[in-house]
């Protein structure tokens, strides 16, 4: 490592052997928040220890929640769905985490007389809000956003009415405010999504005993006093694990069994896009369209082999949103042409991640061009050569100039390696541990 000139990824390899991804990013926020909200104490086993979990856990601690770490296990005392939440007039602070920007709202608009100003970083502060402004106002909520559309974002609690909504991204973020929302309005409230995006929330509902109806894309919630959710076990994130999967798809002579990797259907898109390019991943991913109140947890077996080009469309965006950078890089390896659209909503994550894997990878030597909504690279079945790829402060880029790097012919030097931190602080050690001695 060099001072300010990031961290060198060398050209490595095989990836051989077992692993284990660290806990579900998504689930975590969400087990974390539906403790609080609960009125018995909640474990829950395999909590992830990560920058962005870590400010769900401060940001409960301030509204009152009792939080205590026991090794991987975190008991959560919550305060109960309609309690007098702490810190009202005071100033949140959500750190880089989206999530815990668009959910936590949810929960503050349904407590009339309390007052919240939800802030973070300077990535936080480009994140679009306006997108639960709209359906908690439409509920009755007092809410306020910079310009209309970004952080901070203050809530003042109402007592809520039923709605619904269209939701007009497909965003599992948005969609789990206004059910969270939901359970403190009264009546039903409906939200229809243009694509089905995650399903956690709805999952940890179900687990939580509030009357939920799923009918396609539309889910209704109806309101409720209490949760009744005792423990929860958080899977392994396969988002984290794409990682991972696309190292020992790229570097020859890879092999490595993935163990304990949620395999929910809402987040395999990239799975399911890696296997059409060729990609040798064996596993029992859950059946697309499956409805269920558990996270299905199993087992990944992927093995390196030649990759060919796909299209990726709008239909497959929300299932593989947070890996769609790492299509970008199986395309560049692949013989032929990768194709992303409809996939505008990469723009607005922690970094306009279109411009970041194209600027990224172009300059690694591949042939990649960006369009409004996405991205298409032309591969011809070789490695590329190698250079200096900027994270931009993204976690996810900089896990995927790591892997670039390995793959490479010559190396990759990845400025802002410490983003890694934000979803998966034991990255490098985990890759190492796979690498040869
Ligand atoms: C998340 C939903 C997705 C995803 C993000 C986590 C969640 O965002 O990109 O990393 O936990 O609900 P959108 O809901 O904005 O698509």
Redesign the pocket.
């Known amino acids: 490592m060099s001072a300010g000139g990031g961290r060198r990824f060398e050209p490595a390899g095989p990836i051989r052997g077992t692993y284990r991804p660290p806990a579900d990013k998504?689930i975590s926020?969400r087990a974390a928040l539906f403790g609080a909200m609960s009125d018995v104490p909640v474990t829950v086993h395999n909590y992830l220890d990560s920058a962005d979990t870590g400010s769900t856990l401060d940001a409960l601690l301030e509204i009152g929640a009792g939080i205590t770490r026991d090794g991987d296990d975190l008991l959560v005392r919550g305060v109960g769905l309609h309690a007098a939440l702490e810190a009202t007039g005071g100033r949140l602070d959500v750190g880089n985490s989206?999530?815990l920007l668009r959910l936590l709202p949810g929960w503050l608009a349904g407590q009339p007389g309390g007052e919240w100003t939800l802030d973070g970083d300077e990535s936080i502060r480009r994140r679009p809000v306006d997108r639960v402004v709209e359906p908690l106002a439409l509920m009755g909520a007092g809410v306020a956003a910079r310009e209309g559309r970004y952080p901070p974002l203050t809530v003042r609690g109402a007592e809520l009415h039923g709605i619904e909504y269209p939701a007009p991204v497909a965003?599992?973020?948005?969609k789990?405010c206004v059910l969270i929302a939901g359970m403190l309005a009264d009546g039903t409230t409906t939200l229809t999504e243009t694509r089905q995006?995650?399903d956690h929330t709805e999952r940890i509902l179900q687990r939580s005993r509030v009357p939920l109806e799923r009918d396609g894309l539309t889910v209704t919630v109806t309101q409720v006093d209490e949760l009744e959710l005792d423990e929860i076990t958080v899977p392994g994130d396969p988002s984290s694990a794409a990682f991972i999967v696309a190292a020992a798809c790229l570097v020859p002579g890879s092999r490595v069994v993935i163990g304990d990797v949620g395999l929910n259907w809402t987040r395999t898109g990239f799975l399911r896009i890696a296997q059409r390019m060729g990609a040798v991943i064996l596993g029992d991913l859950e059946e697309p369209g499956t409805v269920s109140s558990e996270e299905p947890v199993g087992e990944l077996d992927v093995a390196h082999g030649p990759l060919e080009g796909t299209e990726v469309g709008p239909d497959e965006v929300p299932t593989s949103?947070?890996e769609l950078t790492l299509v970008a890089l199986l395309g560049a390896f692949a013989e032929g042409d990768t194709t992303v659209r409809g996939a505008a909503?990469l723009r607005h994550?922690e970094s306009d991640r279109i411009a970041g894997v194209v600027d990224g990878l172009r300059g690694i030597g591949a042939d990649i061009a960006e369009t409004a909504d996405g991205f298409s690279v032309r591969g011809n079945g070789a490695r590329l050569e190698g250079g200096t790829l900027d994270a931009r402060g993204d976690h996810r880029l900089a896990m995927l100039g790591a892997v670039a790097g390995l793959a490479s012919r010559k190396g990759v030097q990845v400025v802002g390696m410490e983003a890694a931190a934000i979803s998966y602080p034991a990255f490098e050690q985990d890759l190492a541990a796979l690498l040869p001695g």
């Open positions: 998504s926020h989206g999530t965003s599992a973020q948005v789990s995006s995650r949103i947070d909503e994550k």
